[in-house]
């Protein structure tokens, strides 16, 4: 295949796998062009279902999927893959070269390659019931699940090895592959469309099958809504700033603006917990993002300023090395013991400004606010905030350490934001 290098680091550099049973002549000639395509030291691997005849090939690896479907299919080829990248191809692709050459040639663009029939320069012949059923679908899938991919069910894509590596994919037939886009978004990898250019086979399915398949859909899409808007995928902060809520919308920006009018003209910023926030793009430069979770730096990579990963209670610089430490909407989250306020001063230089966030418990606002996000999200973040704090108790820490209060801001009478001066 052009373009394809025949190794990389000594090792695999591609493993492509064709999930699929049965030895029909379409899957025949498919695998034989795949074959056909890789250049030496790159692998092809046939997962195949329990009872389906496997096809054994001299340059392919059949392995056997744990249970029937699709998913199963992809899982057991993910999972045996050795390369640094892995490609699937659909199994109903008659010609897959163009296919091939077009993902490979995407990698550079993102850690996860789609091969969209919705993309300018897409060109695909398929059945009519698959391109109706294929636009409903995705367009459910697009907005409900708010994803700017344009083909979350294509069968063809390319991704890094270690992208899903620490995600649980559970799917066991078609709705695998929405289930790995979006998880990949949740761990803050990028994806990126790439045109499909290809004929599609025109094998059908029965009554009984789009039964099943609509009903895995339907599951797969409540348990991907759950994890979207959840604070553990890695552009929630950022998506926020944006929600189709107005509450949550309103509350970012205020937030975003805010923090941004106290951080101006201070210097290069230290931001101890950034997560995903848009506040990173506003830093000034020489700033640095910091964050304990890997999926929210990865996907800060798209703001531009430099990102460590580390704990806030223990903050890899040296004392004095920032003139301004924001800390916004971390420290309720940090057990009282942790020593993350001690750390927030240490590296905070003399004459410096800390900006601090975090809901006041004083407040019967911010109380009742939170009790009734409790009852509409049983289980949201307000059961992480461990530590509860009060403006009038931080005036008199940071008083009674050498700092002087400059400023106190609030989002709707219950969040608390406050401005102090360092002076020695």
Known sequence: MDGVPAGLNQGVALSVVIPGEGTDADRVRLIGAVARSLAPGHELILPVYPGARGLRESAARVVSAEGAGFGAAVRAGLAAASGEYVMIVDPTVLDPADVMETLWAGRSRGEVVVASRYVEGARVRMPAWRAI??????????RGLSVEVTDL?????????DVLRDQSITASDYDILPEMLVRALAGGWRVVDVPLRAELSRRGMGLKMSARLVRAYARTFAALWRLRNSIHAADYDARAHDSIIPLQRYWQRQRWRHVTDLIAGEGPVLD?????????????????????????????????????RASGGALPFADGSFSCVLCSQVIEHVPA???????????????????????????????YMEKAYGFFKSGGYAIEHITHYTREGLLRYFESRGYSHEATRYILRGELILAFRKHS
């Open 133 to 142: 059923g294929s636009r409903i679908l995705n367009r459910v899938f697009s």
């Open 272 to 308: 101890v917990g950034c997560g995903s926030s848009r506040i990173i793009e506003a830093l000034p430069p020489g700033s640095v993002a910091l964050d304990v979770l890997p999926n929210k730096l990865r996907y800060d990579a798209r703001y531009g300023r430099a990102r460590v």
């Open 153 to 161: 069910s294509s069968a063809s894509r390319l991704l890094r090895s």
């Open 337 to 367: 013991e942790l020593p993350i306020l001690d750390e927030l001063q240490r590296v905070l230089r003399p004459g410096g400004r800390l900006v601090l966030g975090t809901p006041d418990y004083d407040r019967w606002e911010w109380i």
